[in-house]
C-alpha cells in the first residue's frame, strides 16, 4: 500500500522515559512533518524537513529531536518524557514544499 | 490572534442538508488553502484544496475561496450521516512550508 505509516500507534510510557516515534513514506515525496494533536484537536507543527535538510524547527523543547536518514524517513526521537507531552503524533508528508500534505495514521502517546 | 479561525461547532444539520462550514485567516501572504475531514480517533484525510478565488467542485463538496475577506468556506451536499466528522481548515504561506490550521469544526449530521 502506497502511504505514509507511522509506528508506533499507541505509545503509555512513564515520566523520564525516553521514546521514539517512527514514519516512513513510500509516496516518493520529498517533504515531511510532524504534527501535535492536543486535546482540543488543534494540530500544530513542530517540524518540517525537505529533502532530508531540516527547514523548519517550531518552538519545540529541545527534548524532542527529530532525525531524517533519508527523504522517505522521519522518525521523532523524545527525551526525558513530561505528563504535558501527552498527544496524538502526526507524520505527514507532501509532493513538494507549498502542496497538499497526506497524514499517517497517528501515534496516541500517554505519559503517565 | 490565530492564523487560521474555525467556529468549532457542533455544526448539527438534518440528512440531505447543505452544510456550511467556514473558516478565516489572517496572513494575506497564504495562497494554498486545504480542507480536511478527521473522523474520531483517525487523521486528517484531505478532501479539497484550492488555490484561486472562486469556487472549486468535487462531487457533493464545493471549497469557496475570497481571498479579499480572507475568507475559505466548505460546502457540503446532500449532507450524509457518515460526514459527521471534524472539519479541519489549513492555510499555506507562499514561501512556507508550514500549514496552518483551524481548531476545527465538529459537524453532526442527523437522520
Known amino acids: 500500500d502506497t502511504a505514509v505509516s507511522q509506528t508506533p500507534k499507541y505509545l503509555v510510557t512513564q515520566m523520564g522515559n525516553d521514546k521514539s516515534i517512527k514514519c516512513e513514506q513510500n509516496l516518493g515525496h520529498d517533504t515531511m512533518y510532524w504534527y501535535k494533536q492536543d486535546s482540543k484537536k488543534f494540530l500544530k507543527i513542530m517540524f518540517s524537513y525537505n529533502n532530508k535538510e531540516l527547514i523548519i524547527n517550531e518552538t519545540v523543547p529541545n527534548r524532542f529531536s527529530p532525525k531524517s536518514p533519508d527523504k522517505a524517513h522521519l522518525n521523532l526521537h523524545i527525551n526525558s518524557l513530561e505528563l504535558g507531552d501527552s498527544a496524538v503524533y502526526f507524520c505527514a508528508s507532501s509532493p513538494r514544499e507549498g502542496t497538499e500534505a497526506f497524514f499517517g495514521q497517528g501515534t496516541r502517546l500517554t505519559v503517565v | 490572534q490565530k492564523e487560521v479561525e474555525q467556529n468549532s461547532g457542533p455544526l448539527s444539520v438534518p440528512e440531505g442538508a447543505i452544510a456550511s462550514l467556514n473558516c478565516t485567516y489572517s496572513?494575506?501572504?497564504?495562497?494554498?488553502f486545504f480542507w480536511y475531514r478527521q473522523y474520531s480517533g483517525k487523521s486528517p484525510e484531505l478532501i479539497m484544496s484550492?488555490?484561486?478565488?472562486g469556487d472549486k467542485e468535487d462531487g457533493r463538496f464545493t471549497a469557496q475561496l475570497n481571498k479579499a475577506s480572507q475568507y475559505v468556506s466548505l460546502l457540503i451536499r446532500d449532507s450524509q450521516p457518515s460526514d459527521s466528522a471534524t472539519y479541519l481548515c489549513?492555510?499555506?504561506?507562499?514561501?512556507?512550508?508550514?500549514?496552518?490550521f483551524g481548531s476545527g469544526t465538529k459537524l453532526n449530521v442527523k437522520p
Open positions: 484550492i488555490y484561486s478565488n
Open positions: 489549513a492555510a499555506l504561506p507562499v514561501n512556507f512550508n508550514k500549514f496552518y
Open positions: 496572513d494575506r501572504g497564504s495562497q494554498s
